[in-house]
């Protein structure tokens, strides 16, 4: 008698039931891990680009102002530059699935030539879509420092 090579049925159907299980463990770990990216992605555009405004109006000793798109900051800020500087105004988008809002107010942010923030500081809150990643606050000083904590209780 000859022997076969190959599978049998039911070694096939182990393997894929085990591909099954692995897959329903990895898939949510994944999501999960893509919505903190996200968030921390997010953070981090906002964060430098405060810093970036507040670095640029101490070296030309000029007004730059932090503004949010149309819509507010949740759909974006722009960093606008004096016209005497080398700088390009640059535009930020929040990453998919996360949502950017100030919660003392609305308007733009403007930078002095000292470094401080005109009229005071500022608190974000940017929170993800995905209810197990936890948001972040972002809280800007009235001198321009920008410190950020978890933030627990998004919507």
């Not at 049925?9 to 894929?16: G, K, Q, S, W």
């Not at 964060?47 to 949010?68: E, F, N």
Request: charged share 15%.
């Amino acid at each position: 008698m000859r022997s076969e090579k190959g599978f049998t049925l039911v070694e096939i159907i182990v393997v894929l039931v085990l591909v099954a299980i692995i897959a329903v463990i990895a898939v949510p770990a994944m999501q999960s891990i893509s919505a903190s990216n996200s968030l921390n992605a997010t953070s981090g555009d906002l964060t430098s680009a405060l810093g970036a405004a507040r670095m640029q109006a101490l070296s030309m000793r000029a007004d730059v102002v932090v503004t949010p798109a149309a819509g507010g900051w949740g759909d974006g800020w722009t960093v606008d530059y004096p016209e005497a500087s080398n700088e390009e105004d640059k535009t930020f988008v929040p990453a998919n699935g996360v949502t950017v809002s100030r919660e003392d107010g609305a308007g733009a942010l403007t930078f002095s030539g000292q470094g401080g923030v005109v009229g005071g500081g500022a608190t974000f809150s940017v929170c993800s879509a995905d209810e197990d990643v936890n948001g972040h606050t972002l809280t800007l000083t009235f001198l321009g420092k920008v410190s950020q904590t978890i933030k627990g209780d998004c919507p």
